[in-house]
């Protein structure tokens, strides 16, 4: 029997319909091929552990992703880590997915890097650094109106102003833009980074 947690199947039942055939059909893989493994949350997304990190999978509103701790020596070219996060980038239905007997290749290789206690190596900017982002004009007179929120985002390491200023200034209309600044603004004023709900 596999070790499962019932915060999983929760879960699972939680996500939209298309993404929960995708979660039990790459769950049931992972089972199959690894049954020492067992389940957890981790950053409030469903994990699989074998000697350490394993795999983890999520599912959002409009795709699913599925990557291995060691994603980069395991996948390699096959995987689309530009569109998503994930070693499958966006996964929508199950069509998006190798057959099963990739992936279970893939499983076999995860659990061997893990039994060999190989290191994670941490994935490296393509291009370097990312220069500073501006805060455009609005956004500085937005906190301007908001002390606690001002001295927050202040504090922000770079990386955390950076991703609430790049899901900002990408809104595609100006009635986005201000439901994602007033958003922001109070996130911010409470401390709270622009992906706090995945966070633990």
Known sequence: MPTTDKRID???????????????????????????????????????????????????????????????LIVGKDG???????????????????????????VKQAMKLNEQ???????KAKDGPKPPIKVPPYFTAALGKDRKAKAAFAAFSPSHRREYLEWITEAKTDATRDKRMAQALAWIAEGKGRNWKYQK
Do not use: N
């Open 10 to 72: 929760a879960y699972i039942a939680k996500a939209r319909p298309f993404a929960r055939p995708i979660l039990e059909h790459l769950r049931a893989i992972v089972h199959e091929t690894c049954p020492e493994c067992e389940e957890t949350l981790k950053w409030s997304m469903p994990h699989f552990m074998y000697q350490g990190m394993f795999a983890g999978m999520a599912a959002f509103k409009e795709h699913c992703t599925f990557g291995f701790w060691h994603g980069a």
């Open 80 to 106: 689309k880590p530009q569109e998503a996060m994930g070693s499958f980038g966006r996964i929508t239905s199950l069509d998006d997915l190798p057959p099963k007997r990739v992936i279970a290749g893939y």
């Open 117 to 123: 206690g190989v290191k994670r190596v941490p994935a």
